[in-house]
C-alpha cells in the first residue's frame, strides 16, 4: 500500500516570505499522480497545485510551486510571497495511474505572520 | 465550485442510533468518495463508488455502509453509531478521463457527533 508522510506538522512564515512544505511518500508505481490541497478554517478542501509522475517539469500555479523528486519520492510545495490568506492545513495525496483511490498525508499546518 | 452538497452539516446523535449521511453531486462524475477526517490523520477513505450500484470499500471501512441508486447520490451509514465514529465527514467526486486522472473536488463535510 502507498504511504504519503509529511513530517512538518506545523509550519510558520513571515508575510511576503517563502515557505516549503515537504511531502515524501511511497510506492513501488511508475504511473502516479500527486496534489497539494489547502483546507482553511472554513474546512474546505481546495485543490492547490497537481503533478503528474510522468512529466519531469515542476508544475507552477501563480505563487505556488512544486519540487518534484520522482526518484527520491518527494513532492514538496513551495509557497512564494506568503500571504495572510495563505494560513490553512495543508494536505499532500497521491493517487495511483490506474485507480482512483487517494492516500492523504497527515498535514501541515501553516501560519502566516504578519 | 463542483457542484456537491454534502447533508446535513452537522448531526449530534446518541450511541447505537443508525446514521446516514448524504452526498449529493450535479457534475454527472462518476466516480465519488466518503472520507473522514481526524486530527493526526489526514483523510482517510471510507468507501468509494465507480458508478451506479458499484462501491469498494477503503482503508476504514468497519462499521460503514454505502448505496448508490443513481449517478448524483452516494449514501454513508452507521449502522449503529459508536463514540469513535465521532468525526468530520467529507464527500469528493470525480471524472476520470482516459489517459489523464482529475483531481477530486470535495463537499464542505459533515461534522458528526455521536455522544
Not at chain 1, 506568503?82 to 494560513?87: F, P
Not at chain 2, 457534475?27 to 462518476?30: A, D, G, K, Q
Given at each position: 500500500a502507498q504511504t504519503v508522510t509529511q513530517s512538518q506538522p506545523e509550519m510558520s512564515v513571515q508575510e511576503a516570505e517563502t515557505v516549503t512544505l515537504s511531502c515524501t511518500y511511497d510506492t513501488s508505481e511508475s504511473d502516479y499522480y500527486l496534489f497539494w490541497y489547502k483546507q482553511p478554517p472554513s474546512r474546505q478542501m481546495i485543490l492547490v497545485i497537481r503533478q503528474e509522475a510522468y512529466k519531469q517539469q515542476n508544475a507552477t500555479e501563480n505563487r505556488f510551486s512544486v519540487n518534484f523528486q520522482k526518484a527520491a519520492k518527494s513532492f514538496s510545495l513551495k509557497i512564494s510571497d506568503?500571504?495572510?490568506?495563505?494560513?490553512a492545513m495543508y494536505f499532500c495525496a497521491y493517487i495511483s495511474g490506474g485507480y482512483q483511490k487517494v492516500t492523504f498525508g497527515t498535514g501541515t499546518k501553516l501560519q502566516v505572520i504578519p | 465550485d463542483a457542484g456537491i452538497t454534502q447533508s446535513p452539516r452537522h448531526k449530534v446523535t446518541e450511541t447505537g442510533t443508525p446514521v446516514t449521511l448524504r452526498c449529493h453531486q450535479t457534475?454527472?462524475?462518476?466516480y465519488m468518495y466518503w472520507y473522514r477526517q481526524d486530527p493526526g490523520h489526514g483523510l482517510r477513505l471510507i468507501h468509494y463508488s465507480y458508478g451506479v450500484k458499484d462501491t469498494d470499500k477503503g482503508e476504514?471501512?468497519?462499521g460503514y455502509s454505502v448505496s448508490r441508486s443513481k449517478t448524483e447520490d452516494f449514501l454513508l451509514t452507521l449502522e449503529s453509531a459508536t463514540s469513535s465514529q465521532t468525526s468530520v465527514y467529507f464527500c469528493a467526486i470525480s471524472e476520470s478521463m482516459p489517459g489523464r486522472h482529475q483531481p477530486q473536488h470535495f463537499g464542505d463535510g459533515t461534522r458528526l457527533s455521536i455522544l
Open positions: 506568503s500571504q495572510l490568506g495563505d494560513a | 457534475e454527472n462524475h462518476r476504514v471501512s468497519d
